[in-house]
């Protein structure tokens, strides 16, 4: 079964960090672009951060520039990204997905993603 795992999220207070991972099951992601996205409640899900397999990768949130990082290890067959500085408003349910292909998507948008994981919950609250 080809599945993409979330783990990492959890409740934080504003100011701290939390580190994402999204590890894959019954394929290899290296061959994958691999995006991140949110969803918080009662607004569409929002791209964040594109790598492709060398590790190039493309941020579409202002939101999140310069405090959050995508990055990859090939090896363990893992994409992370790295929150910092965290908001109020960060909080949302976090997803990552693969998409079949060399390239990440010039937008930031979910459509062309070939797989997603289940989600992890990010709560940032005081």
């Known amino acids: 079964q080809l599945q993409l795992v979330e783990s990492g999220g959890g409740l934080v207070q504003p100011g701290g960090s939390l580190r994402l991972s999204c590890a894959a099951n019954?394929?290899?992601?290296?061959?994958?672009?691999i995006g991140w996205f949110r969803q918080a409640p009662g607004k569409e899900r929002e791209g964040l951060s594109c790598?492709?397999?060398?590790?190039?990768?493309?941020n579409y949130a202002d939101s999140v520039e310069g405090r959050f990082t995508i990055s990859r290890d090939n090896a363990k067959n893992t994409v992370f990204l790295q929150m910092n500085s965290l908001l109020l408003e960060d909080t949302a349910v976090y997803y990552c997905?693969?998409?079949?292909?060399?390239?990440?998507?010039?937008?930031?948008?979910?459509?062309?993603?070939?797989?997603w994981g289940q989600g992890t919950q990010v709560t940032v609250s005081s």
């Open positions: 790598i492709i397999r060398s590790g190039a990768s493309i």
């Open positions: 019954g394929f290899t992601l290296n061959t994958y672009a």
């Open positions: 997905a693969a998409r079949a292909s060399r390239f990440c998507s010039p937008s930031g948008s979910s459509g062309g993603y070939d797989y």
